[in-house]
């Protein structure tokens, strides 16, 4: 079982941040957050992941919280490209299988 | 260009019959996995490779096989024995568990299996 709680989904307007939160009270001290994306039919996608330190590329930024019981995807501004359900994994480091949840359905809109 | 090679994107097969779906990648990644996804869930795991010659059955491996003899390949063989084989398959690979590397997967375009 997925070890992740999200929401099932979410609205955001075009060009506004969307930030997506993501539970995990479970999460033990060597297992990562993961974050991936998919576009309809498509397979997905790596955005980002981080232990406990804030993290920020290209594409998103990820905020860990103290406890790193939970933690925020943000799209600093979204796109309509954008639309994707997004998954938030945690995971040990390594080649674990990554178990992927129902995910949280991003809808932006115009 | 690198990546991961699925094919075919579609395929149609009678109840009864075995088909066998394809993965190729040229990423040189040791790890390599199957994931099944039905309309509106996400991913299941079928199976997993970290090495050639070694697979392991992940949480729905009952109805599939799957063969690891080269490090670039890693089919996916849907046998007659899987009830409710029409759904979308996805191959994914992972680099070593280095400090170097994100850990991060990397997947392939899909494959739609339709049981007529």
């Known amino acids: 079982d997925a070890k992740t709680t999200q929401p099932p989904s979410m609205d955001c307007a075009e060009g506004r941040a969307a930030n997506l939160p993501c539970n995990h009270s479970?999460?033990?001290?060597?297992?990562?957050v993961y974050w991936y994306r998919q576009i309809h039919s498509q397979g997905p996608q790596y955005i980002i992941h981080?232990?406990?330190n804030n993290e920020t590329n290209e594409m998103a930024s990820l905020i860990i919280t103290e406890d790193r019981k939970s933690s925020t995807l943000i799209l600093p501004h979204a796109t309509l490209r954008d639309t994707a359900v997004y998954y938030c994994?945690?995971?040990?480091?390594?080649?674990?299988?990554?178990?992927f949840g129902k995910g949280t359905r991003l809808s932006v809109i115009a | 260009d690198g990546g991961i090679t699925q094919s075919p994107k579609y395929l149609f097969r009678k109840e009864g019959q075995n088909v066998t779906l394809s993965c190729e990648q040229n990423?040189?990644?040791?790890?390599m996995y199957w994931y099944r996804q039905d309309p509106g869930q996400g991913l299941r795991l079928i199976y997993y490779?970290?090495?050639?010659?070694?697979?392991q059955k992940g949480d729905i491996a009952e109805g599939y096989s799957v063969s690891r003899e080269k490090k670039e390949s890693f089919p996916l063989t849907v046998t007659s024995a899987q009830k409710n084989p029409t759904a979308f398959y996805l191959c994914?690979?992972?680099?070593?568990?280095?400090?170097?590397?994100?850990?991060?997967?990397?997947f392939g375009e899909g494959s739609r299996l339709t049981v007529l």
């Open positions: 994914a690979s992972s680099p070593p568990g280095q400090r170097l590397n994100t850990g991060e997967l990397f």
């Open positions: 479970t999460i033990s001290g060597n297992e990562y």
């Open positions: 981080g232990l406990k």
């Open positions: 994994i945690v995971r040990d480091w390594g080649n674990t299988p990554l178990v």
């Open positions: 990423l040189n990644h040791d790890a």
């Open positions: 490779s970290q090495i050639v010659n070694d697979f």
